[in-house]
């Protein structure tokens, strides 16, 4: 996951469950040298040109076997074919029970979200300033943490009923855990000798978390937050797929039973594009807010 | 200005405490410019860490002005080694910290940086991030942030160390001529015994640990101080070679007392 020269998180973000290899790979592709275009080999990793060129046709070669082998090799009826499903996807897209769907999803998700990484972020500032109830609640989170919470599903399906609640809560126990151990990991790994500074200078206790401690830890508490916004994703449709009566789980649940396998990949090909959309969303972000960050370390420093 | 009295310093090393400073004296008049030298590991970090009120002594007191120093004081500055930019913030911002923390308002902090800004040569550099900067911007940038809000006594740990030679010897005449229109009381902590004699009014020297005050020399070199020739001067040579005699005799006998 971590590749040379893509500095996109703390390392130690490799610790917490890492949903990532999709979520980094927007980055990952990033040329790192675009000074360099022009020049590189054909093969070279840093040639732009190429690398495009490269994707493409390995995108065209999978679908074409795809597509060849439909009804050759395999039986259409359950893989569907690239062709049909791209109907499919025009037919959706068209369909106003879709953006239904894609709303309440949406919804569900963003309330989901919200509530885990405000929770996550919050609890983490509080018991990196409290280390005494950091230290017992610790085995506690850790073995909340280690649930899979899929198995709390048909709980909350009674604890919540079958609307919005027991989505949003799924996708939000998902996102906390992430946020809160990044948080707390944060703020612990703070510079002392920059809190010093502060201190020399009168800053008062409250001034020396808000000015040093969470900026200092924004990059963590950032790139948790990006890394769990899928989850929120994956809480929410779980939950849909389970019991619901609406939201793109729903729909998938309900193509899915019918045996309609193209429409099912339909929409697991629209839920990955609005994963994409949001992952790019969340990345310009990320790159806006912590634009203090050293790109790398061949760039280029001020002489004077 | 300053008076340091008695003062000592223990560190547990696992089981064993390690006595870091043994009972230090020393008074600084005010506007005058002290240097410390002394051995590796002798302490003299660990006495500007206790001035700076960072953390305790383990026992003698430090006052300022007749006043007794407990914790962190507005009066006393402190420069360390390492920038410790914030490395969110941009320079001018960096440099306005203090101003911040004060409560004085975002125009004013910032004109008041721009000037100290412009005064050591950084301007046009005001919106940069401290990774774009040059280890000698970023120090001249740590300098500032300091003397903006005017504490009556800076204590400056070793923040020419990690510079290469040319930077370092620019750095060191551009503080000079600042301090000598600003005139603060200043103590210096430095290994390079050229620098120390370069600056100071006072050259203070400790032995190795438990830190000790060895031998203090008045340095009589005329202000202001053309830097970049100091080493011809007779006075120069005369005290680095005292001082240099003292220093290899103190790394000879370690934690031995030639005195």
Known sequence: MTRCGTNWQPSSMASVEAPTEGAAAPNAADPAAPRRRARAPWFSPDNVVSMQVSRILFALVVLGAWQYGADRWFDSFFFSTPLKIFVQVGHELIDPGFYNDLWVTGFEMGVGFAIGAGGGIALGVLLARWAYVAKVLDPFLLALYSIPRVALAPMLIVWFGIGYSSKIFLGATLVFFITFFNTLAGIRSVDKALCDIARVMQATEWQVFMKVMLPAASSWILTSVKISLPFALVGVILGEYLVSSQGLGFRLNTYSTNYNITGAMAIVFLMMVLMLLLTMVTNTIEARVLRWRPKSAAEPVAQA | ?259
């Open chain 2, 1 to 259: 200005m300053l008076q340091i009295e008695g003062i000592r310093k223990e560190f547990s090393a696992g089981a064993v405490p390690v006595v870091a400073l043994a009972a230090v004296d020393l008074a600084v008049e005010r506007g005058e410019f002290v240097t410390l030298v002394g051995p590796s590991g002798c302490g003299k970090s660990s006495l500007l860490t206790l001035i700076s009120g960072l953390a305790p002594p383990s026992a003698g007191r430090i006052r300022i002005a007749g006043r007794d120093i407990a914790g962190t004081d507005r009066a006393v500055g402190f420069i360390t080694q390492q920038d410790n930019l914030f490395p969110w913030r941009m320079l001018i911002d960096n440099v306005a910290l203090a101003l911040e923390l004060a409560g004085v308002g975002a125009a004013e902090r910032r004109r008041e940086a721009a000037r100290w800004i412009k005064r050591v040569g950084l301007e046009g550099f005001e919106q940069a991030f401290p990774h774009q900067l040059s280890g000698g911007m970023r120090q001249r940038a740590n300098i500032i942030r300091t003397l903006i809000y005017e504490p009556s006594v800076i204590l400056m740990d070793e923040p020419f160390g990690p510079l290469d030679a040319q930077t370092r010897l620019s750095l060191q005449a551009l503080l000079l001529s600042i301090w000598e229109t600003q005139r603060s009381t200043v103590l210096f902590v430095t290994h390079d015994l050229t620098e120390a004699i370069a600056l100071a009014d006072r050259v203070v020297l400790m032995s190795a640990r438990p830190g000790r005050i060895v031998r203090t020399d008045r340095v009589d070199i005329p202000r202001p101080r053309d830097i970049f020739h100091l080493h011809d001067l007779p006075e120069f040579r005369r005290l680095y070679d005292a001082l240099w005699n003292e220093l290899a005799a103190q790394l000879d006998g370690f934690g031995r007392s030639t005195h």
